[in-house]
């Protein structure tokens, strides 16, 4: 593969346009551009996820997690190139089926769970919520104009993935869940 980027300004942006890998320039606010930033921002919270997973006891969770970062760039890529089809059904299956898995491994869920309890749990959390407004974000753009609906779905079962990891993780340091209090009734 060749140099992508030899140089890393170009000004091309400075009027607030940016361009797409098509060579078409949009706004930098626009839904598609809206949703590619947004996945950019949660490929880099499942990196600062990844970079924590660390010990021999979270290896299941850094191995179903490191190839998401691969097939979030793809999106990315999608979103980049109109009308370009990379993620599938196949990828979204993957993620259906490591829900699956985890979800068999962890206590059934009585309670809601706050993200909290150690660093990781809440990076997990974190990552999940980014996910969801990445999938807000690549909504938005679906209500203008034709996108991969198989990308769209990856984004859906990766906030429920990284949900089922955060609550894997816990298990697997050993470290209680925050379950959420609610508010106590005034005494009358």
């Known amino acids: 593969m060749g140099y992508r980027l030899s140089k890393l300004y170009t000004r091309t942006g400075d009027a607030g346009t940016t361009g797409l890998a098509d060579g078409s ?8 551009i809206e949703a590619m930033g947004a996945v950019d921002e949660l490929n880099s919270c499942i990196g600062v996820l990844l ?3 660390t010990s021999e006891a979270l290896a299941p969770v850094q191995i179903a997690l490191a190839p998401v970062q691969h097939r979030l760039f793809d999106v990315g890529g999608e979103l980049a190139i ?3 089809l990379i993620i599938s059904a196949d990828d979204v299956a993957e993620l259906e089926t490591l829900i699956d898995e985890f979800n068999a491994q962890v206590p059934p869920l009585k309670e809601f769970i706050l993200p909290g309890g150690s660093l990781l749990i809440a ?5 999940r919520s980014v996910c969801r407004r990445a999938e807000r974000r690549y909504q938005t753009l ?6 991969n609906p198989q990308a769209l779905a990856y984004l859906n079962r990766l906030s ?4 089922v990891l955060a609550r894997s993780v816990a298990r697997l340091e050993n470290t209680p869940e925050v379950l959420w209090q609610p508010k106590p009734k005034p005494a009358e």
């Open 25 to 32: 320039r949009v706004a930098k606010d626009s839904p598609r």
């Open 51 to 53: 970079a924590g997973l």
């Open 82 to 84: 109109p009308d370009a």
């Open 123 to 127: 990076q997990a959390h974190l990552a």
């Open 142 to 147: 679906a209500a203008q104009q034709a996108i």
């Open 160 to 163: 429920d993935l990284l949900f």
